[in-house]
């Protein structure tokens, strides 16, 4: 509304201000809203901003019915029954009865077999305007003794003035009117609310909007909402289920609608990534999209829209390949939320000791409760070079362990990791845990290195070990945890060839845990008779390394800890 301010007068210590009001069209951008492209289909058209009664309902229409949402697919007689009815497809199945067909005829069909149903235009809940709500809801209702009382003042001051026509906004109204410029944060939640209406006279410096499950059924009422606050960073529209009907030409032409919007809620509207993808046209300066609990299970790269996206919460989708999460990389993501997804695991390549060039600028990962269930994925994480807070809570690996000992390992395999579950990583905790790892598994990392597929499967396993060996060198054989005993007949017995340097052998059977030094002695039995004398030294043959031959130089240690296999070649050699 455009205002004139005719005086200044004081009443009772208030300053008031005499307004006169004239009817001003509400502005979109540049253009009139009447004159938004009509995307929609003609019978969902709406009221263009102006706030009335009328609650038609059309085919498309969100509908409410007691506590459950639907979309009305079917307005008409339903054979055998009078008067009107609505075919219901419910957002929650068990809600409904049939697909849609009753008694051999199809009315309509739902996407579930039982969503559908029908109810009688009484039964549902009438809509309202984006600006009823608003009203019912910060309104401030006048003690009417007071108002009338001001009333009769205003009038006798209009007489006085000689100008009955100026409508003099005072008292109750001024208070009222400045009440809703002030409002900068409106949440309309759950209010039945299903078209715009007239905001931009009500509240138009509004920079936060909650419209969350409501009956919205199409963008254009979501776009004509937008268009009347200029000011608009903070955008609630989840627990809607709206059409995207308008191409993406289109689109990009509304994004001065928009043209401040910073965060976005689109939680709950049954969309895909190529729904969001679409949708982002509109919002040429987003920083932050919500967008969990759809039904994103796809991820196609972004190629022209969220280029200043830095947050994205893509919670309770069910994505199950990281390689889907892997097509976001190349956003400026600083924080992604993958909570309650059904991630497996976590891989970015096959080369262990590289950074990778996607998510450079992410620093905090959520994966809480996902289906994680090995200690490499974690490895993996490592590659992010700007990874510094990570929630990991509640995935399968981590029954292995206990939570200490879990979140040690998590904060020794992760190097640039600051905060983990919301505790801060400091110096000394980290120490500890990267030195415990490395005695954890230093014995393990020793063993692989007599072997080159093994050493391979060790590095990818754990890409920080040589860099905290070279951070603190390698521990004591005394602090290293021994290795687990294999206790299996079938790893306990190995079938090896005993060779000595005559070309004479001997096949045998040797269980894994026997130690060196008893081979020794036998070895020494068996070849004595070629008139073989001293202490023989063995080696074992090592296929894989073109026959290169490695010492067993410690004869307390087993042949497991050496790596030594079925049809494996011992030579013996003697001094």
């Not at 390992?409 to 905060?419: D, H, M, N, P, S």
Request: proline fraction near 3%; charge should be neutral.
């Amino acid at each position: 509304m455009s205002k004139v301010f005719v005086q200044e007068i004081s009443l009772f210590s208030f300053q008031q201000n005499i307004l006169i009001f004239e009817p001003a069209k509400i502005m979109v951008g540049a253009m009139p809203v009447n004159l938004l492209p009509k995307f929609c289909n003609g019978a969902m058209d709406s009221c263009n901003g102006v706030d009335g009664n009328d609650n038609n309902v059309y085919i498309g229409s969100r509908v409410k019915c007691n506590d459950d949402f639907g979309t009305v697919r079917y307005i008409g007689e339903v054979q055998g029954y009078k008067g009107l009815w609505y075919g219901i497809e419910w957002d929650n199945e068990s809600r409904g009865k049939h697909d849609g067909c009753l008694d051999g005829i199809q009315y309509f069909k739902t996407s579930k077999p039982s969503a559908g149903s029908f109810v009688r235009p009484n039964k549902i809940i009438p809509s309202k305007t984006c600006a009823e709500a608003i009203r019912q809801y910060y309104g401030d209702p006048e003690d009417e003794t007071l108002a009338a009382h001001r009333r009769t003042i205003i009038n006798e001051w209009k007489r006085e003035m000689g100008a009955p026509f100026i409508e003099m906004v005072g008292f109750e109204k001024i208070h009222q009117k400045q009440k809703f410029d002030r409002l900068l944060e409106v949440c309309v939640h759950d209010q039945n609310v299903s078209r715009a209406g007239d905001v931009s006279s009500l509240c138009p410096n509004v920079r936060s909007l909650d419209v969350s499950r409501n009956l919205f059924s199409n963008w254009r009422e979501v776009i004509q909402l937008s268009a009347q606050l200029p000011d608009l960073r903070d955008l609630d529209v989840s627990k809607n289920r709206m059409l995207i009907d308008a191409p993406t030409e289109i689109l990009a032409q509304l994004s001065i609608n928009f043209s401040k919007l910073e965060k976005i809620n689109l939680s709950v509207c049954d969309y895909t990534w190529t729904d969001i993808l679409k949708l982002s046209h509109l919002w040429p300066k987003i920083h932050e999209i919500i967008a969990a609990y759809n039904r994103i299970d796809e991820i196609e790269p972004p190629l022209v829209t969220l280029r200043s996206l830095s947050v994205l919460r893509l919670d309770g989708n069910p994505i199950t390949s990281w390689s889907e999460v892997m097509n976001l990389g190349a956003l400026n993501l600083k924080v992604l939320s993958l909570n309650d997804c059904l991630i497996a695991e976590i891989r970015f390549g096959d080369d262990w000791n590289q950074r990778v060039e996607t998510f450079k600028n992410l620093e905090i990962l959520f994966l809480n409760r996902n289906r994680i269930n090995d200690w490499r994925s974690i490895s993996e994480l490592n590659k992010l070079s700007s990874l510094k807070k990570l929630y990991f809570l509640k995935n399968p690996i981590q029954t292995t362990e206990d939570y200490d000992t879990g979140s040690q390992l998590v904060v020794a395999k992760i190097g640039t990791l600051q905060e983990l579950n919301g505790s801060i990583i400091t110096g000394e905790l980290r120490r500890g845990a990267e030195y415990d790892y490395l005695k954890r598994y230093g014995g393990e990392w020793k063993v692989a290195q007599l072997d080159v597929e093994a050493k391979a499967a060790f590095d990818a396993e754990h890409c920080r070990f040589e860099e905290l060996i070279r951070k603190y060198g390698i521990p004591e054989d005394s602090l290293l945890v021994k290795l687990p005993k294999i206790t299996t007949l079938t790893s306990q017995l190995l079938e090896v060839t005993l060779r000595d340097e005559n070309g004479k052998s001997f096949k045998k059977k040797f269980p894994s845990t026997m130690a060196v030094q008893k081979l020794v002695t036998l070895s020494q039995r068996l070849f004595s008779r070629a008139g073989n004398t001293g202490t023989p030294l063995l080696y074992v043959l090592d296929e894989q390394m073109d026959g290169a031959e490695i010492y067993l130089d410690n004869s307390m240690k087993d042949l497991a800890y050496y790596s030594i296999k079925n049809g494996d070649v011992i030579l013996v050699k003697f001094r």
